[in-house]
């Protein structure tokens, strides 16, 4: 299908690469389908584009890349809604919010997105860890961004280039 | 809203599943105890208020210019060396 967006202009969308979100994400409840989209491969950031809305768009990052020791526990009855079956079928992704001051942009490790890469389900989970912050400072940890790059090859293989 | 008056130690359930009790008042603070099934999720009002508010701000974010994600990432990458 061709969606039009509002950041990419028209994009064609292969239907079989849609993340189906059924309680869709806090504050954007009423959209279920969302894309993973591959801006740059040589940066960590992707995007997550709604297809019910092309004016809707996330930008993500791979929780782990910024926090490395990150250790959320996924309920079991999200396991079940999820179908996941393998914690390698799973990448938990932090949505970001940008600003221009590096030191003021933040990621969202208390309610990530926990994508099933395998069954493309998708559901933005609350952690009951107030240590893991909504808006946790990417200058906070020591690591220099992009030397660790998990699961990289298997998110663009699952997204869609731009 | 229905509103119901209870003593502490007394509770109010909900569907078949979830039993609220309440157990302690200590000035303007009270505890709650809740019984609930593992996949009822219980979270802060504000908790949920403060994930919604961030979404919705994160996803004002757009592409133009020099805003592009390449050119936030080497800003963030370059800041991140100088630590």
Not at chain 1, 29 to 37: F, G, I, Q, T
Not at chain 2, 50 to 55: P, S
Request: charge should be negative; glycine fraction near 4%.
């Amino acid at each position: 299908m061709r969606l039009s967006t509002t950041r990419f202009g028209d994009i064609d969308i292969d239907e079989s690469r849609a993340i189906m979100m059924k309680a869709g994400i806090l504050g954007f409840e009423h959209l279920k389908r969302y894309v993973l989209l591959v801006q740059d491969e040589e940066i960590l950031f992707w995007w997550f584009q709604s297809v019910d809305d092309g004016s809707v768009a996330f930008v993500v990052i791979n929780s782990f890349v910024i926090k490395p020791d990150y250790k959320p526990i996924i309920q079991d009855n999200d396991v079940e809604l999820l179908e996941i079956e393998s914690p390698e079928d799973v990448i938990l992704m932090s949505i970001v919010t940008i600003r221009s001051d590096p030191f003021r942009v933040t990621a969202n490790l208390r309610a990530p997105i926990v994508i099933n890469l395998k069954k493309r389900l998708a559901k933005q989970i609350i952690l009951d860890k107030p240590d893991y912050p909504i808006q946790y400072s990417m200058m906070d940890n020591k690591l220099i961004l992009g030397e660790e790059s998990y699961k990289k090859e298997e998110i663009i293989a699952s997204a869609l280039s731009i | 809203m229905l509103i119901l008056t209870r003593k502490l130690g007394e509770s109010i359930r909900i569907a078949d599943e979830i039993k609220v009790t309440f157990l302690e008042i200590r000035g303007k603070q009270v505890s709650i105890g809740i019984d609930a099934p593992k996949h009822v999720p219980i979270h802060r009002e504000e908790v949920y208020q403060m994930i919604q508010e961030q979404n919705i701000f994160a996803a004002q974010y757009d592409v133009l210019g020099d805003k592009k994600l390449s050119h936030i990432w080497d800003r963030l990458k370059k800041e991140k060396e100088k630590i």
